[in-house]
């Protein structure tokens, strides 16, 4: 049976009806009969109110990244629209389902040269899979739900621009929305054949290693089994950290420049290679010219994508059952040299990072507070990190297990992704402890949204790793093009003054001691916080550009330990020769 609603509170029920919990965003004049709708409806949907678009735009696609439901975000016609673009890109980029619903001048203004009236269809086509501007309202409620399809199957942005005149129209409403209907394609079940000719090039390797990404995040049990069975050293993408364990003694960490060292040389080492679930687009510089990839993934368009000259088996199917298959047909295998030298060659690396955890130096390096921060972990502890060094850090010195949830801005990697995305973690997540974790060119990005995790409640602990530069930019000036050092300085600022401004509690961190107090506090408030860590300018260790080999260059290789205090760490050919000794 129908009712007469408004349009605009129809298009909000539709959305309701995809189990949508709350909408990020800021309200402006052609928002306003939206703005009513979500009044309206404030007691079956949450209006969370950002302090920028982009914020909200970045949230919705956090909020879609941890969940995997479809994340909601609007803004209104012209500057609010425009505000949202850098935030859609990073759901585009990380393949998350994202609504972005975005205002518009009453279609009698539209194309007369108004106020804030732009055409805003062709501002969003690059970034969108399904973009289109609603043009009447009886079937806006449906418009909306066919975005919310699109979203999901193309694991993209989808936009509707709405003319402020039609939310306002009554309509003759009846539930058209078909989320109780909607279904994730069947997992693809591997063809046998190429299961065993897999099986058989591991079998056959010397040195065999698996190379996951987020497209195996489902399947720990596998991967490990697998990497035991056949004795495989595991490395991930960095998205992927945290599918397995960090403490894994198999699992050497990422390889790359968001990278550990043990992996980054397992990496180029490999002569077998699965490659699964894995779009990593620096793929050709990771993975020596001598590896044969075995690549697993479930779209066909990947297949082949990276690494075309190095493939050897091509099988497109679900990764979990994939490696199940490959588990299943093949017998256990004896530990290689290579596998042997891969443990080894962890283990230094992990004791030469331990050796820097009770440093009190001034300013602080980075290793004492991940230490700290990874003994107050708990398993449900939610980490949303930013751009930059922050990540290398990350990456190498968090502790995480597959419980902890953490995500970052991954492919389109945009600074100021943190705070946004940290709300966002606390609102889904009230019980766990979230951590938003920046350096301080990215927290001055987005710090605002600070006055959102205070008006919300949410008790966020933010982290402000300040050292002054832009490090991310400072090391590729540096190492990559050895030109002078220009634009990367950063002045130093009080972050924890800012965050008291903004209504949360603030620190100031210098010295370990000061750390450890930090924490524990602003891990037990009950309004978030912001820790500011004065650190270290130093660069972290380069995972691009290692001189530690015998067969590098003696002066090479003394200059290199030197600069990163790494005397205690070996090459993984050093660890070969002692395993092939």
């Avoid at 609010?80 to 585009?92: F, K, S």
């Avoid at 490959?326 to 004791?351: H, Q, S, V």
Wanted: charged content about 25%; overall charge negative; aromatic content about 8%.
């Amino acid at each position: 049976m129908s009712s007469t609603i408004n349009a605009g509170d129809a298009v909000l029920k539709v959305i309701e009806e995809w189990g949508v919990p709350r909408i990020y965003g800021l309200p402006g004049g052609s928002f306003d009969s939206m703005m009513n709708a979500l009044h309206n409806e404030r007691e079956r949907i949450d209006f969370i109110q950002v302090r920028h678009e982009e914020a909200g735009a970045l949230a919705a696609a956090a909020e879609a990244k941890l969940t995997g439901r479809v994340g909601v975000c609007f803004g209104s016609s012209g500057p609010g629209a425009v505000h949202l673009l850098n935030g859609l890109y990073d759901a585009r980029e990380d393949r998350v389902p994202v609504l972005a619903l975005v205002g518009q001048v009453p279609q009698a203004f539209m194309n007369m040269d108004f106020f804030q009236a732009m055409d805003e269809e062709p501002i969003f086509e690059d970034v969108a899979v399904f973009n289109r501007t609603a043009t009447n309202a009886e079937g806006l409620p449906a418009l909306i739900d066919e975005a919310i399809r699109q979203a999901y199957k193309h694991h993209g942005v989808s936009v509707i621009t709405i003319p402020k005149d039609l939310a306002w129209t009554p309509i003759d409403w009846q539930p058209v929305a078909s989320a109780k209907n909607f279904r994730k394609p069947l997992p693809l079940q591997p063809h046998h054949d190429l299961v065993e000719q897999a099986v058989k090039l591991i079998a056959d390797a010397k040195a065999p290693l698996l190379y996951f990404g987020k497209g195996a995040s489902t399947a720990h049990d596998e991967l490990v089994e697998m990497s035991e069975k056949f004795k495989m050293p595991m490395v991930s993408t960095h998205p992927s950290k945290g599918v397995v364990e960090d403490t894994h003694p198999a699992f050497l960490g990422s390889s790359g420049r968001v990278a550990t060292k043990p992996a980054s040389e397992a990496s180029q080492a490999a002569d077998v290679i699965v490659w699964v679930g894995n779009d990593n687009p620096f793929a050709s510089k990771l993975v020596g010219p001598q590896a044969r990839i075995i690549q697993i993934d479930n779209d066909s368009e990947k297949l082949g994508k990276r690494l075309q000259d190095r493939m050897a088996v091509a099988i497109q199917a679900d990764a979990k059952l994939t490696l199940r298959e490959m588990i299943d047909a093949g017998e256990e295998l004896p530990g290689t040299a290579f596998y042997r030298a891969c443990l080894a060659n962890k283990r230094n690396w992990e004791e030469w990072i331990a050796s820097f955890n009770d440093d009190d130096r001034v300013p602080l390096r980075p290793e004492p507070i991940f230490d700290i921060i990874n003994a107050q972990t708990d398993p449900d502890d939610i980490f949303m990190i930013d751009v930059g060094n922050i990540n290398i850090n990350f990456a190498r010195l968090s502790h995480l297990q597959p419980s902890n949830k953490w995500a970052t801005s991954g492919k389109h990697a945009t600074m100021g992704f943190a705070v946004p995305a940290a709300l966002a973690a606390k609102l889904e997540y009230p019980d766990s402890t979230v951590y938003s974790l920046s350096g301080d060119g990215g927290f001055a990005m987005l710090s605002e949204e600070i006055l959102a995790q205070v008006k919300y409640r949410t008790p966020v602990v933010n982290v402000v790793f300040s050292n002054q530069t832009l490090g991310f930019i400072e090391a590729e000036q540096r190492d990559d093009s050895h030109q002078p050092l220009s634009g990367v300085d950063l002045i130093d600022t009080d972050w924890a003054k800012v965050g008291e401004g903004y209504g949360a509690l603030g620190f100031t961190v210098r010295t370990r001691e000061e750390a450890k107090a930090a924490f524990a506090e602003a891990k037990a408030a009950d309004r978030p916080s912001v820790i500011d860590v004065k650190l270290t300018g130093e660069m972290p260790f380069t995972t691009m550009y290692m001189h530690l080999s015998e067969h590098d260059d003696p002066e090479a290789v003394r200059e290199f330990k030197e600069h990163y205090e790494a005397q205690p760490l070996k090459a993984l050919d050093y660890w070969l020769e002692q395993e092939q000794a």
